[in-house]
């Protein structure tokens, strides 16, 4: 009698999940969002670059949206996770509107679900390649907070994603103050937003400022900051620097 071993799978160790979907790596990008407190509520900035790669692909890409009642939320990293965050994110408002028991969910609980949906997803080996800024104003509370791909998460008085994590936010430790009002706050996300213009190679010159106050979200059309490229450090930026050719 002949026994022939059968011929297995190429990808069965692989399982049932081999042919799911899902992003190994991030392709069309957005970069920094900068976000603020300021005295009746929140601020935000980001602008409307999406790169593919290094280059940069789309310059009309919208990267804040409201959520709910009382939440704004911003979004760097992979612009198709960011979709997927938005249609999680419309399932669960939409869940708590059926209840219409007169309660909404406020930001804090927004973003309390977000970390758990990236921290998760980061323990399944299938992050969604995404840094998130929520801010939002509830019954005269505002709440501001990011998390990032792997579930890390803060709320402070100023966040910044991405580059501006390293170039906005020692900019908002010197100039923010608890009272700020909405003029001094859009000046200031547009001093941050510059010199991410300056320094980030994936930023562009079109930008969108968006609030949040107890009478809604407003999110601005987009428009072009006032630049000068004139400095002598950018004409030679190695000049001085030393081991440079």
């Given at each position: ?116 949906v ?17 801010g ?54 547009e ?11 994936s ?15 407003t ?27």
């Amino acid at each position: 009698m002949n026994f022939t071993a059968s011929k297995q799978p190429e990808n069965c160790l692989l399982g049932p999940e081999s042919d799911s979907q899902r992003t190994l790596y991030p392709y069309v990008t957005g970069t920094s969002v900068v976000a603020l407190k300021y005295k009746d509520g929140i601020l935000m900035a980001a602008d409307m670059g999406g790169s593919y790669g290094s280059t940069l692909r789309y310059k009309n890409v919208e990267r804040m949206k409201p959520i709910g009642k009382h939440s704004l939320l911003g979004a760097s990293g992979e612009i198709s996770d960011f979709q997927e965050i938005l249609r999680y994110l419309d399932d669960l408002i939409l869940y708590d509107n059926m209840w219409d028991d007169g309660n909404s969910l406020g930001p804090k609980e927004v973003h309390n679900y977000l970390t758990r949906v990236m921290y998760n997803r980061r323990n399944k080996f299938n992050p969604l390649w995404n840094s998130l800024v929520l801010g939002g104003v509830k019954k005269g509370e505002k709440y501001l907070g990011t998390v990032s791909m792997i579930g890390v998460n803060f709320e402070d008085n100023h966040v910044a994603t991405g580059f501006g994590n390293h170039l906005a936010r020692p900019i908002l430790r010197q100039d923010w103050h608890e009272n700020l009002s909405f003029e001094d706050g859009v000046k200031l996300l547009e001093k941050c937003m510059r010199v991410l213009l300056y320094r980030d190679r994936s930023a562009i010159n079109k930008l969108q400022i968006a609030k949040i106050t107890e009478e809604g979200v407003t999110i601005s059309q987009p428009y072009s900051l006032k630049t000068y490229w004139e400095f002598s450090a950018f004409a030679n930026p190695a000049q001085g620097a030393v081991g440079t050719w």
